[in-house]
Structure formats: C-alpha cells, structure tokens
C-alpha cells in the first residue's frame, strides 16, 4: 500500500519522481503528489485525486523544475480522498513537505497539543503531525534529520517517512519506524533515490545493469544527497550499511503484450513452479534437497508441531499446507492469520516449526507475528518472494518463490509458489522421518520419493493445459458474470482452494462470494441457494469425490446453478453441472495446484466483463502495512 519515492541529483526531479509513482501504482492508492523543491529555494507541490498520470493532465502550469523531489501515492486510512488530503504534507509555512506510509497511532493527541501551540492543520490526515513536529525542531535549529529523530520519539506506531525542506542543502530525509513497509536506498553516479518498493529504482539502475540498495531497520535514517547516503541510528549516530546488487530484472515490470499484469501473471504460473522447484529437487535420487531449509534430518525429526501463518490468499496457501504437510510428514500442522496470531499468546517451544507465508514480505501482521515468534525458542522460516524484505531478515531461513515480481493487487503465481514450496517443505519433513511413502488417497498407496518428484514435474505442463483452455472458461464468465453472489465449495485440501477462488471473485470483480467447506453446508448456507446464487464446486475425483457428489445434488435439489471443477475425463459426473471446467488428473495433494488456475481466470473474465481495474481493485493494496 502507498508509495513513497524521493530523488536528488543533477537530472530534473518531478519526472524521475512521476515516474516512480508510476511504477509503484501495483500497491493500491486513490490520490497522489509531489513536492519539488526550485532552484529559487522554494517548495512547489502538485497533487491529483486518482491515478498517477492526473499529475501531468493540467497543462496550464508548467512542470515543477529542481533536482530533489519527494512524491507519493496515497491510499487513504484518514481522511477521505482529496487534494487537501493527498500527501506530501506541509507545516505551518510551507517550507518543510512530508511523505508517510503507516498510521500516526496517537495523532489526535499529538494535534491538540500542537494546536495549542498555535499549529494550523489544513488536512483530515494524521501525516501532518509529523510535518509540524519536524517544524517545531527545525525551528529550534535542528538539521532536517535530527528534527525528524526528534520527531519520531513522540509518534506511536510503525512509520515510513521522508522529509524534505527549504533553505536546505537539497537533502531528503527518510525514516523507519517498526514494520511500516520496505524503504530502499540507492546512490549511482551524482544521483540518490530512495523508496517504498524497487521498481521506483529502476532510473538510476547503470550500464552494468545493477544498483547498490540498503534498506532501512528500524529506527534507521538515512540522509541522501547527491555526494550519497549517511545512515544514522534511532540515537543520530553514524552506522555502515551493507548494500547489495539490485538488477534491471529485479525491477523491471513490463505486460507482456497482455490486456492486464494479472493475465500475465496468470500465465507464467508453469515458470512460476518451474522456479519453485529449481535446485531443490534432485530427481535421479528421487529426494527433495530444498538445502534453503538450513534442517538437518535430526533438527526434523524432533519436530513436533508445524504453525503456518499468513494473511489473504496466503492464509489460504497455509491452510492447503496444513493438509499437505500431516498427511505426508505425519506432524501435527495449524494454519492461522498471521492479522489473529499476533495477539495471541501461542505456546511455543523448541519442537515447534513456524512458517510464514507473503508475497512482499512487508505485511505489517505478518511481520508482526514474526516477530513475536523470533522471541520463542520456535524455528521461524518464511516462504516469500523478495529478497531482503522484512520477512527474509526476520526468518531464520527463507524459501524464496521465485516468481517474480506479482504486480497485480491479487495474487495468482505467488499463491501457485506457495504452494509448490509447502509441498516441497511437506516432501523434505516427510523423507527427513521416513514417510516418504504418502498415505493411501493422498499421494497414492505406496509411492515412493522417485514417483513423487516426476508427479512434481509434471505440474508445469498440467498447468499449461488449463491455461490452453482460457476461452471455455472465458465462455463460462460470460454466462455466470450477471449474478451478484456465488457460493463456492471445496473438500479436504481443495475447501481453501474455494476460499481463494471466493477471495479472487470478491477482490476484483466486487462481486459477494462465501467460501465453506462442503460439508457445511446443510449447516447454514444451504439457507440462501436459489438460481440467483450459482454455486461453485471443486469435485476432483480424489478420495471425498461421492460426498462433492452428494452436496452438488443438494444444491440442485434446491434449484441451485452449479459450476463444477472436475478431473478430466469426468464429462458425466453423477451430480449434473450447469457448467463444468476441467482439469489434469494428478494426487491429491496437487489438485490445489491445477484447481486454482479455472478459478483464477474466471475471476479475471467476470471483472473483465464488468469493467473493473482488474490490476488495481478500488480499496486493495499489495502490501498491507498497517493494521
């Protein structure tokens, strides 16, 4: 959620910054700005209620000119959408702006007492404390960034903040207080960037192709200039950051050639897995090495007791690995919200494995349980997908999917990453304490390793296949996309493949869905089927296939539309379906794998055909970095 991007250097400001902001829209918001500070000394701010590109539309004043710049794009907590509200925020003179990402969590306390000191706030935002309390600082003959460490020993809560002023030397100032998301540094060549998410680097990246970039800690600023960075602790003093490379790869985001990001994603899900899998199988022995794991067989085999935490489609990935992992590795496995875990008071010790799950790695929740799990005796890994983000620091190991930057606000190859990790990491817990044979219905009586690896190596081309059927399923949305609530069902380890394909349906299309474990049903929800609510069901033929049979014949007992998800080959199923989408036969605890892809592109061609930003859905972040 929000961007933050800041620039100086020897090049013009506002367009590196707009350009920033651009490459930061994946993250959610409603309003940007920008402050650039002139070469006659003074602040010029533009802002824009909407999209980026609102920024540059007024052609009736001319670009800001100046070589430091701060921008921002908004997602609003305080405040409705407005100019007023856009950031950057000024104090009480104009002379000092402040770009913020997070929640001021004492705000209304910290505005009375400024205000009886004669501060006047223009906005509805918590932002603007922090612009008057650097004010107060810098009037009391502070530097920028001594004001702004003085400031952020009276604000509660997880903070990013960068700060620019007049009369300055140029500099900008950037903060980080607690898990408030990533902030990234970089200087090349006379220029200096900071920013909430590398894409926004992508302008300073130089012909080798590649970028040094620190990242914040907590506590940490860092003043950038155009001689480069000076990094300062939570106590102003100097500390030396380790920096390492960033590529043009790893921040460049281009379509494709597709409509949309989440099209594109869609359909680098065999990649996705191809790159999940690389160096952690070794197929001629018939093991899963996943060495990332940094567990030796000992370490594994006195596991007892396997939590996996996450938040949204991640949540969902942990709850298909709670399955995955009890029935291959025999270990007592929970899955709960990372939002929930947090302000538990869980038993753990050192038997127990704690996983986490997230695409950025920024999650405010999940890092936030993260740390509350690194202060117990527990082994704490994390399955992410970048590099050197929150998470990756925190985690005593780090099961990297690979996927590759996910622009799209809903999740599709980061889910299908997950996924094949989890049953890496259920394969290595199993052949660690000698179940490597799956019990019967899940892998199938007695497969061995060898077995189990080619099954793994067939996903890529099984996910394809499904993906060669895209207008069957187009078709299905065209008929299904008029209705405004929709039931999904699922069994064992596909019922959270109904919560994410329910989940997909709600975030980008805006249309009401419910997820329930089949067997649920007669418990409730059976209460509201009619034929203004189809029922989605995933009816694999796996182990619990006659009971997916039997509650799709209880819904269309009640006169109920039901689409089916169905194994190839099962073209007349015992229940008839109002519409079916097939998918390759495979073991059960891979049927996740293949199932959510249907449920993806329907997704997708409903909220297509009803006109919604399918790459940016309205309320949605990427990043979740407050509560």
Known sequence: ??????????????????EGLRRLEYRGYDSAGVAVLEPNGRLQLRKTVGKVHGLTADFSHPEPSGSAGVGHTRWATHGR??????????????????????????????????????????????TEVISHLVEEG??????????????????????????????????????????????????????????????????????SGQLPVAFLEDGEVAVISRAGVTFLNKNGRRVQKSLRPVSLEDVLVDRGGYRHFMLKEIMEQPQAVVSALRDRLDFAGGRVLLPDLEMSDAEIARLRRVVLIGCGTSLNAAQVGRHVIERLAGITTEAESASEYRYREPYLDKDTLVVSIGQSGETADTVA?????????????????AAGSQATRLADATLLMRAGIEVGVASSKTFTASLTILNLLAMRLATARGRIDAGPGMAGPGMAGRGMLDELARLPGKIASILSDAEHIESLARQFHHYRNFLYLGRGVNAPVAAEGALKLKEISYIHAEAYPAGEMKHGPIALIDREMPTLAIAPRDRLYDKMVSNIQEVKARDGMVLAVLTQGDTQPAAPVDGAIHIPDAPEHLTPLLAAIPLQLFAYHIALRRGCDVDQPRNLAKSVTVE
């Open 138 to 207: 810098v009037h009391d003959g502070l530097s920028l960034e001594r004001a702004v460490l003085r400031m952020s020993e009276l604000v509660n809560g997880p903070q990013a903040i960068v700060a620019v002023r007049e009369g300055g030397d140029d500099s900008i100032c950037a903060l980080r207080l607690g898990h408030a998301g990533g902030v990234a540094v970089a200087h090349y060549d006379g220029q200096s960037i900071v920013s909430s998410d590398l894409p926004a680097l992508l302008p300073l990246i130089g012909r």
């Open 369 to 385: 349980a993260m740390q509350q799990v690194r202060e117990s005796p527990a082994r704490l890994v994390t399955i992410c997908n």
């Open 81 to 126: 959408p407005s100019e007023t509200n856009a950031h950057p925020h000024t104090d009480c003179s104009g002379t000092i702006a402040v770009a913020h990402n997070g929640i001021v969590e004492n705000y209304l306390e910290l505005k009375t007492t400024l205000q009886q000191r004669g501060h006047t706030f223009t906005s509805e935002t918590d």
């Open 1 to 18: 959620m929000c961007g933050i991007v800041g620039y100086v250097g020897d090049q013009p400001a506002w367009p590196i910054v707009v």
